[in-house]
């Protein structure tokens, strides 16, 4: 059976917000996955910056974008997107926030979608049942969802409060009702692009740059020892675009600086 992915980021989410978010699924799934609680992100821990390390498996230095406002590269680096549509793989990505459409060069995404959370409310629901209707569908190889109402609600009432809580608790409602809607050849990751503290992020603090990270699927046995490029052996996020290549059968282009963790 041809091996397809799903990714699920949420942004902000915080992995001790994870487990303190109430969400039954939550725990679920980081116990029957691939999981390391203590994954990076890079610096500087800012939205734009840890999506185009995600995507394009190098740190801001090298792609130099370093705030929420995107700067074409001087040297380009292939990102995950345009490699896999390089090797004929279908591509969809749905999502909140309009400033992640940079994080793809054009014409190498088969849909597109994005509800912009600054002008709907619930776009988590909103953008996860217009995902799980293509997914069921159309059955792309590549699918990359991300969920913003976690970071919005960190920004406005701060990381660790209660509302923040119960924005993670409702993107893992989000999130069970996408894997019990997906056919059964799916692997599902999920993570976040950092951390916060009080009502902000962007430092090295460890509440900023530390990350969930998790990966259920075949090829992923929950006892495995993590073995990614982070200090100690912990999954970096430069480490999830090779990941996702292998899972599909392309290799990583020289590049990446992330390693595969299958």
Not at 30 to 44: G, I, K, W, Y
Not at 234 to 253: E, F, K, N, R
Request: glycine share 8%; charged share 20%.
């Amino acid at each position: 059976m041809e091996n397809k992915v799903v990714m699920i980021l949420v942004d902000g989410m915080r992995p001790d917000g994870l487990m303190q978010s109430g969400s039954e699924f939550a725990l679920q799934f980081a116990e029957t996955s691939l999981a390391d609680f203590c994954a990076r992100t890079v610096m500087p821990s800012v939205t734009l910056p840890c999506h185009m390390s995600l995507f394009h498996s190098v740190p801001p230095e090298r792609h130099g974008v370093t705030t929420n406002i995107f700067t074409p590269m001087v040297r380009p680096v292939e990102g995950l997107f345009e490699q896999l549509d390089r090797y004929g793989k279908k591509c969809a990505f749905f999502n909140t926030w309009e400033e992640l459409r940079d994080i793809s060069l054009p014409d190498h995404i088969s849909m597109q979608i994005c509800i912009n959370q600054h002008k709907y409310t619930n776009t988590d629901v909103m953008i996860s049942e217009f995902a799980l209707s293509y997914i069921r569908d159309e059955k792309p190889d590549f699918s990359f969802i991300y969920l913003g109402e976690t970071d919005e609600c960190g920004h406005a009432k701060g990381w660790m409060s209660p509302e923040y809580l119960e924005r993670i608790h409702n993107a893992w409602d989000c999130i069970e009702r996408i894997c019990d809607g997906l056919p059964e050849d799916y692997t599902v990751i999920v993570l976040a692009d950092h951390g916060g503290h009080d009502r902000a992020h962007g430092t090295d603090k460890p509440t900023d740059m530390t990350i969930p990270v998790m990966l259920n699927g075949p090829a992923f046995d929950p006892e495995m020892p993590v073995k990614g490029s982070a200090e100690g052996g912990h999954i970096s996020i430069l480490d999830v675009a090779p990941t996702i290549a292998a899972l599909l059968g392309v290799p990583a282009p020289k590049d990446w600086e992330g390693v595969s963790l299958i």
